[in-house]
């Protein structure tokens, strides 16, 4: 007994799966932290898709609140909702080169958050430029998934195709005629 017709349907219908499966996008986990005078004082992290470039990811600091890590922010009773760190700071953010400044002023939108936004004027004076953004639609299609997806198509019907002789084959053998 040939095993191969129902092998060649089942890999038919795995690869058929595969083909219209649903999609699974993958994350970039990108951190941010600051440290004051060698040691971490906020942190945070997100994740995105991993197609930005290291100017947008900087530009994330702008719109993304960092959180105190084992750190009581020093806030002036006149201005609750900003304070000045001073010392020697380092702004570190993954996939991008840290920045080291000696003043860095952060805002908060309410006097009792604990979200710290980094003023947006320093983030756009002190990162990379704002880069071209790669075209995803170009970075799916080419590649392996530009080549592996048909192949796998070309394949699925070859293998249907096999599934189909070798059935056919096998019917033609086991007639018998008997006369008497």
Same mark, same amino acid.
């Given at each position: 007994m040939s095993y191969l017709p129902r *092998?060649? !349907?089942?890999?038919s219908i795995a690869f058929g799966c595969i083909l219209t499966g649903p999609q699974a996008y993958a994350g970039r986990l %990108?951190?941010? &932290?600051i440290e004051l005078d060698d040691r971490r004082v906020f942190d945070d992290w997100m994740i995105d898709n991993g197609y930005a470039a290291p100017g947008t990811v /900087? =530009?994330? +600091?702008? @719109? =993304?609140p960092v959180?105190? /890590?084992n750190f009581a922010v020093p806030v002036h009773p006149d201005r609750p909702l900003e304070t000045i760190l001073k010392g020697n700071i380092c702004v @570190?953010?993954?996939?991008?080169?840290? !920045?080291?400044?000696?003043e860095l002023k952060l805002t908060r939108l309410t006097r009792h958050s604990n979200k710290w936004f980094v003023d947006p004027e320093w983030v756009e004076k002190n990162g990379p430029p704002a880069a071209v953004e790669p075209n995803r639609d170009a970075l799916e299609s @080419? $590649? %392996? *998934? $530009?080549?592996? +997806?048909p192949s796998i &198509?070309?394949?699925s019907g070859i293998l249907c195709l096999a599934?189909?002789?070798?059935? #056919?084959? =096998?019917? #033609?053998? @086991? !007639? =018998? %005629?008997? *006369?008497?």
């Open positions: *092998i060649a !349907v089942i890999a %990108v951190s941010f &932290g /900087w =530009r994330y +600091l702008k @719109s =993304r959180t105190p /890590w @570190s953010i993954s996939y991008v080169d840290d !920045v080291y400044t000696n @080419s $590649g %392996v *998934i $530009g080549v592996f +997806l &198509g070309v394949l599934a189909v002789i070798a059935l #056919r084959h =096998r019917a #033609r053998k @086991s !007639v =018998r %005629v008997e *006369i008497f």
